[in-house]
């Protein structure tokens, strides 16, 4: 298959770059939003925390992970670097793919459940045990997720670990 040339290359990287910042700035967001929910008095402040919440997670936390999912797919396909000749590369293509299905089966459930919730029992779902719980760990995994995140940026940028045997020395 042809490979890019370098302008498309650094086009399709900073596509790539940009759908990342998307997708950890809107990680950090819910996270703080979710702690600022802790004084909140009344349920439509809740509902409408809760919402917003939903809202970053529906309409930019998925379309950024599959944007930087998609435009490493293209990357590693369109360019020397391969989908196996870097450590590095391999170790970047599972922890994105489980980050996204951990987001996928239970960082949104969770985000969907309370805020359901809050819209059905306003400020009483602070004291039910399902809301609670959901929020719990919709904030801890939450954190989890943008560490990993972050993770994946400084293993794109330091490309640690050696290339696998066999392979040539360099491929930029």
Known sequence: MKKLSQSG???????????????????????LLNFLSGNIINGDELYATNTAIKHIDDLIIIPAALGSLLTGFFICLLTKWGFFLH????????VTVSAILFGTFF????????TAISDT??????A??????????NIIFGIVQSVTILFLVFVSVI?????KKGQPKKYT
């Open 9 to 31: 290359r650094s086009i399709l990287i900073s596509f790539h770059i940009i759908f990342a910042g998307w997708w950890m700035g809107a990680a950090v967001s819910m996270i």
């Open 87 to 94: 450590r590095w590369i391999i170790v970047k293509w599972v």
């Open 107 to 114: 960082l949104g459930p969770w985000v969907n459940g309370f």
């Open 121 to 126: 029992l306003r400020i009483e779902a602070l």
């Open 128 to 137: 039910d045990p399902s809301y609670i719980s959901s929020k719990t760990f």
């Open 159 to 163: 490309k640690p670990w050696k290339k």
